[in-house]
């Protein structure tokens, strides 16, 4: 009896989860978890030890506590890095469509290989959002659109920040003047008007425990903030100099890309793997000007 009892009570917390909506009692005991960090599979990927009831063994990715000591890190000269995302949110497809829906946007869309790396340095967005998401949202054990919006005020530039805002609140007004009848007929994502999986990020955040509950708002300004990033990216990348043309059509590599985003000062920090970067300097080291 005792053992179905814990049982129930274990399934109730795994509930509050998704509600966005339930108990916040365990709020600190499911934020004080660290990550490690492992070498497997070749590279650096981050677990989270101490985890509470993760759910499909999920990201565990976001919480702000690392291991490393900062000892450590200085005697050797390395800077800690953000974790690397084994599953995002959405997919290359996704990506694609996002790209050419805008009307400016009528050139060919770029390589597989290119898709994936703006994927990859867009990740790294998703992760400081994410991160600074899970930190403001401590105080009350809940993450709504105001930290959302406040996460991407502290990571992105002001310009780059304001175009997400203007995504945000248009997805935002659409799913609120959509009808009763749309909830039985249309999913989140249509309803928002967006591209992206609204859905997939709502799962992606309660798996990642950015925070105990999630309200369905937030995911729908982090799946607007990131599908307009996408969107700004490749439209940065359009209008550099850099950018090789073949009789007017723009010649998309790996290179041109990662040149791009070197010589923008609003994107670089942002989009780097180091921590303590920001956006505000280029990789040359050169300041912003307003």
């Keep these: 009896m005792a053992r179905s009892s814990k049982s129930v009570t274990r399934t109730l917390e795994d509930l509050t989860l998704d509600s966005g909506y339930g108990g916040a009692a365990d709020s600190f005991r499911s934020s004080s978890a660290s990550l490690c960090c492992s070498e497997a599979h070749g590279g650096n ?13 999920s990201l565990d990715t976001v919480n702000t506590a690392l291991v490393e000591d900062a000892e450590i890190l200085e005697s050797t000269g390395r800077c800690a890095k953000l974790p690397e995302l084994e599953d995002v949110p959405w997919s290359l497809g996704e990506v694609a469509s996002a790209l050419s829906r805008d009307e400016e946007m009528t050139l060919p869309l770029p390589p597989q290989d290119v ?27 809940k993450c709504t659109k105001y930290e959302i919006q406040s996460a991407i005020k502290i990571v992105l530039s002001w310009s780059v920040s304001t175009s997400c805002f203007s995504a945000a609140l248009s997805a935002l007004s659409l799913y609120n003047m959509s009808t009763e009848e749309d909830k039985f007929s249309r999913g989140k994502s249509v309803r928002c008007g967006l591209i992206f999986n609204v859905g997939k990020f709502f799962r992606w955040m309660v798996e990642s425990r950015v925070a105990v509950r999630i309200h369905e708002h937030a995911a729908i300004y982090l799946a607007a903030c990131m599908e307009s990033l996408f969107r700004e990216v490749y439209a940065r990348v359009l209008r ?3 950018l090789e043309r073949d009789n007017g059509i723009p010649k998309f ?11 923008d000062a609003e994107m670089w920090g942002s989009l780097q793997v180091w921590q303590h970067l920001i956006c505000g300097k280029n990789a040359s080291g050169e300041l912003l000007i307003l």
């Design 240 to 242: 550099s100099a850099l």
């Design 115 to 141: 898709l994936l790396r703006l994927s990859v340095l867009v990740s790294r967005v998703l992760v400081r959002v994410a991160k600074e998401s899970q930190r403001l949202s401590l105080r009350y054990a």
């Design 45 to 57: 990927h981050w677990h989270l030890t101490g985890s509470m009831h993760s759910r499909h063994n």
């Design 253 to 263: 590599t790996v290179e041109t890309l990662e040149q791009a985003v070197n010589t």
